[in-house]
Nanobody
Framework: QVQLVESGGGLVQAGGSLRLSCAASGRTFSSYVMGWFRQAPGKEREFVAAISQGGLVTKYVDSVKGRFSISRDNAKNTVSLQMNSLKPEDTAVYYC?????????????WGQGTQVTVAS
């Protein structure tokens, strides 16, 4: 099992940017598909983005396409989410996750989450 710790959340004005990072422990990081999910108050957790083991394949939810970018560094055991042109509806707790395929149901290891608040 991989251990995940997120960082980089905070408060930002609409139109601003934030970069979330996730540090993973363990020697098998490169074998996992990595992803980001988010959960807004009163809503179910939703898939945001994922990246394949080698970093060549990415997937995004439609609402963030063109604004968010996921990347990974297998040498450093990290995955990042660059978030640009942030909107108030992006406000949520963001979770880093590890899975076996770019399919939301395959993600089984989760970080503790980091709060992102976008002020209008």
């Amino acid at each position: 099992q991989v251990q995940l710790v997120e960082s980089g959340g905070g408060l930002v004005q609409a139109g601003g940017s934030l970069r979330l990072s996730c540090a993973a422990s363990g020697r098998t990081f490169s074998s996992y598909v990595m992803g980001w999910f988010r959960q807004a108050p009163g809503k179910e957790r939703e898939f945001v983005a994922a990246i394949s083991q080698g970093g060549l394949v990415t997937k995004y939810v439609d609402s963030v396409k063109g604004r968010f970018s996921i990347s990974r560094d297998n040498a450093k055991n990290t995955v990042s989410l660059q978030m640009n042109s942030l909107k108030p509806e992006d406000t949520a707790v963001y979770y880093c996750a590890a899975g076996t395929a770019i399919v939301p149901s395959t993600f089984g290891s989760w970080g503790q989450g980091t709060q992102v608040t976008v002020a209008s």
